[in-house]
């Protein structure tokens, strides 16, 4: 594998695209409803790679039938994830201190905390909200109600 095949398939995995994705999609609702999109861009663009990263660092035992090329580079993109997640997070605390919208913070760790618990166990109760029959529409409300 050359190495810009290499680089666009770590792009791709790592959800840099659909990082960009959500952040068009915050910008079109914005325009639709004329508010300015340029305050939460940042916010859902890191967000959503805090998110999905953070998501991945925690190994899904059906990972390796749905989506094998993802899990055969897991172990080298784990680094990269990590990374990531880091910066992604210092980005929405900056951003929320920049933009002086402090009442976001315990938005955010809500927010995070709720979203590692769909692909792992909840604690105590040992069930995935990814199994339960609600999982197709758990994602779109919460994305719905974060625009």
Same mark, same amino acid.
Request: aromatic letters at 10%.
């Given at each position: 594998? +050359? ?8 792009? #791709? ?10 952040? +068009?999609?915050? &910008? ?8 300015? &999109?340029? $305050?939460?861009? $940042?916010? &859902? *663009? ?5 998110? #999905?990263?953070?998501?991945?660092? #925690?190994?899904? $035992? ?32 900056? &951003? ?6 402090? *009442? ?13 618990? #769909? ?16 999982? +197709?529409?758990?994602? $779109?409300?919460?994305? +719905?109600?974060?625009?």
């Amino acid at each position: 594998m +050359t190495l810009l095949a290499s680089l666009l398939i770590s792009i #791709y995995f790592l959800e840099l695209l659909g990082a960009c994705a959500i952040t +068009t999609l915050g &910008w079109a609702g914005c325009r639709v409803l004329e508010l300015p &999109w340029l $305050p939460s861009a $940042p916010l &859902w *663009f890191a967000g959503y790679l805090f998110v #999905y990263n953070c998501d991945r660092l #925690y190994r899904d $035992p059906s990972d390796q039938v749905n989506t094998p090329s993802r899990s055969f580079m897991e172990s080298k993109l784990r680094p990269f994830r990590i990374a990531l997640a880091i910066v992604a997070g210092s980005v929405m605390v900056t &951003w929320i201190l920049l933009t002086c919208r402090m *009442f976001l913070f315990p938005v955010l760790v809500v927010a995070a905390g709720l979203s590692q618990i #769909y692909s792992r166990p909840i604690p105590l109760l040992g069930i995935r909200l990814k199994n339960g029959r609600l999982k +197709t529409l758990i994602v $779109p409300a919460v994305i +719905t109600t974060v625009l």
